[in-house]
């Protein structure tokens, strides 16, 4: 290397390197141009209400689906016939709240002043709703009640609904908020042919069996008769007619509920079926006429378990359907002696089932 003189306070020329090749790089800077005009630049016009982009020159069609990602500020109150105004800004409406649910939350950000806290307080003695609060609890409430038995979705969103209809109506304002929760879950749960028991539903709730009885007549009342005025109100709002397709229901049939056991025991689906198909065999013969969904169901699984040869013992059944062994048992002595009667060739047909194996009753 060459010796470089530098006068006072110069720095020395750094020394001259070999150029280096850059390494692929992908070229972001393309254009869509259209294969039968091919002009550039090109005549693109994006049509967002047909989502087309089209040549401006030929009329061709270059890509169709095109998202538009211009603001939406558009109002629809003129096709309303309704008089409101559905803004598409904004969180969608919640039907089963009360108000405009329009409000402003203050936050405590403030670097610690203490003037946001008290801000936020002012705020919400002067937006406080106790009607919402108490709805919001109750849906709370609803929503864990259901999780817990794992009751749809479905099921939960009626029941919320028909507790709103009757907080509206301020009708029941002698029971107590857990005695109208349980009548409109019981309710709810029959009306989306997911029935569930007074004694599961005192289970749940911890509401007596007495009141949910009380309540249930006293609610199903007021929905059937609130379901005969819904045409002179078709005007009205969503949730003023959520009963609309309120029917009238009878007491919870022994094969609705042989489904449900059956697989709470883990049986499969052939036993499912024979089991409800027995239950119904029953009802029409009035074999154990008198006895309880609940027992009929129970003895029912009992004899169909071991007819296709899947036992399950009278404890483990006693255990899911909520009724003594006992019981079971004198129930099974009934359906025994009308085997023949009950039992259907076509269960048991190609070994699927077999009669033999059921236990014998002196």
Known sequence: MASQNLSPGALPEPAPTAPQEEGWKENLNTQVICRECKEIPPNIVEEFSNGDMVCGSC?????????????????FSNDDQGNDDP????????????????????????G???????????????????????LLAAYKQIGAYCDVYQISKTASDTAKQYYKQVD???????KTQDAII???????????????????????TKVSKKDIGRSFKALEKFFATQNNMAPANSGASPTANATDS????TSTKAQELCVRYCNQLGLKIQCEKVSAALAEKIAELG????????SVAAACIYMTSYLMKHPKTAKEISNVAGVSDG????????????RDKLIDPDWIKDGKGDMKLLPVVQ
């Not at 074999?287 to 609940?294: K, T, W």
Request: hydrophobic share 35%; aromatic share 8%.
């Open 287 to 294: 074999a154990l006429a008198g006895r309880s969904p609940l």
């Open 246 to 249: 309120y029917a009238a229901t």
């Open 112 to 134: 610690g002043s203490g003037r946001s806290r008290d801000l936020h307080r002012a705020q919400n003695k002067s937006t406080h709703d106790k009607s919402t609060q108490s």
């Open 182 to 204: 349980a009548g409109c879950l019981f309710i709810a749960c029959r009306q989306n042919n997911v029935p569930r028991t007074f004694r599961e539903i005192y289970a749940l």
């Open 168 to 174: 509206d109506a301020k009708v029941f304002k002698g």
């Open 87 to 110: 803004s598409r800004v904004g969180d969608g409406a919640n039907p089963l709240l009360n108000g405009s649910q329009l409000q402003t939350s203050i936050s405590f950000g403030d």
């Open 327 to 338: 019981t079971i048992r004198t129930a099974y002595k009934v359906l025994y002696g009308a």
């Open 59 to 75: 009329g061709l069609v270059l890509g169709d689906r095109i998202v538009d990602t211009r603001s939406e500020w558009r109002t």
